[in-house]
């Protein structure tokens, strides 16, 4: 395109072509000298993560820096408040977007905006024409963050390369995991009760509402869900859920039943009824039934979780001895350096993988030995 290219301090300039002999090899120069301070810096950042420091740079909305300590965060009591307030809403079967409309409703400042005007700081996100513009997407990443559990999750993300600067999402099990580093703005049995409820993710009706109900209620003769039927002209004593199956193919693959809402509220408060009588008056066997149950569960759930510690600790030894035999063959002159070099290559990360992955096993099995049955939260309640 007729571009004329100066580089003053390499002494380039694309006019001359004497001047352009050394630029190839400038740029293979340059190449190495950045791969090499990535690689470098990977190495760090890395090695911080695996030490349990905090990587990001800004602190999560409901904390702030600690100025004594650096790398800690103390709870922002203002913020903080809005976050037990989203996790208690979602808990309550608030979705993300209903949250979003009510916090928008009440005027509550956004993170952005919030940050930007307590602490100054700016981000790509602010937008100070819409001060409370929230949004069911940081909603959700609130619910999702683990951060306030009081815990630091590292390397989440990453990039492909130091050519390539989008994200790359980690699953959680190769995250770093590091548990009571900051003060928790939730308890443990408030995020078990919110997770449950995100995974069970429930549909708003035509009248922008959300049933209690909404996929809980199943056909006893095909497994199917259930909905609600409901209309305007309805009284509320006459809304009544209907077998999904038979509503869309018919009397042939199903029976035409059905149950009224407040025939299944009276159900499950009778339910509810018989259980906290018997809480309150045979305290001692309602606690052993729970207990019972639990620890059922959690030993499933331990023996499974110390197979895979087992099955781990195993590899770990068996690469050791792979290691020490292919070392002798290299000495020994039955294999080549460069052959060593490349089959140790892989066993190493296998290594430095089980290194890390031993220990994180190690805690979640120590976690579950260590739980306490909920029955006297429930009792007390």
């Not at 293979?28 to 740079?57: H, M, P, Y």
């Not at 997407?137 to 390369?161: C, H, P, R």
């Not at 019972?292 to 195993?314: C, H, N, T, V, Y």
């Amino acid at each position: 395109f007729g571009v004329r290219y100066i580089a003053i301090n390499d002494n380039v300039d694309t006019e001359n072509a004497e001047s352009n002999d050394l630029m190839p090899f400038k740029n293979l120069f340059n190449e190495w000298f950045v791969r090499d301070t990535s690689r470098k810096i990977r190495a760090v950042q890395r090695a911080k993560a695996q030490r349990g420091e905090r990587l990001g740079t800004r602190a999560p909305y409901g904390y702030q820096k600690d100025e004594n300590a650096k790398g800690k965060l103390i709870v922002d009591e203002e913020a903080a408040a809005v976050v037990r307030r989203i996790f208690a809403l979602c808990a309550a079967g608030r979705g993300p977007s209903q949250i979003a409309k009510q916090l928008k409703a009440e005027k509550v400042l956004c993170p952005a905006v919030y940050t930007y005007r307590k602490f100054g700081s700016g981000h790509t996100c602010l937008d100070l024409s819409q001060p409370y513009n929230w949004s069911d997407s940081t909603i959700a990443n609130i619910l999702e963050n683990e951060t306030y559990l009081g815990n630091t999750v590292n390397m989440k993300f990453t990039t492909k390369s130091y050519k390539d600067k989008r994200y790359v999402q980690h699953p959680r099990e190769e995250c770093l995991v590091f548990e009571g580093t900051h003060p928790a703005l939730i308890t443990q049995e408030v995020w078990d009760i919110v997770q449950r409820v995100r995974q069970n993710r429930k549909r708003p009706t035509k009248m922008e509402e959300l049933n209690k109900y909404s996929g809980l209620v199943i056909c006893a003769d095909c497994g199917s869900t259930m909905v609600l039927h409901r209309a305007h002209t309805m009284k509320p004593t006459q809304n009544n859920f209907t077998c999904r199956t038979y509503k869309k193919a018919g009397s042939e693959v199903c029976t035409a039943h059905y149950i009224r809402e407040c025939v299944l509220d009276e159900i499950v408060l009778e339910d509810i009824r018989r259980v906290t009588a018997m809480a309150r008056d045979h305290t001692q066997e309602f606690a052993a039934y729970i207990c019972d149950r639990q620890s059922a569960e959690l030993r499933r759930e331990i023996r499974r979780q110390e197979l895979e510690l087992s099955g781990m600790k195993k590899r770990e030894a068996e690469l050791g001895v792979i290691f020490k035999r292919l070392y002798e063959d290299s000495v020994l002159g039955h294999i080549t350096t460069e052959q060593f070099q490349s089959l140790s290559a892989s066993y190493v990360a296998e290594q430095e993988q089980l290194k890390t992955a031993i220990p994180q096993k190690e805690r979640e099995v120590a976690k579950l030995k260590a739980t306490v049955s909920g029955a006297d939260n429930f009792i007390a309640r």
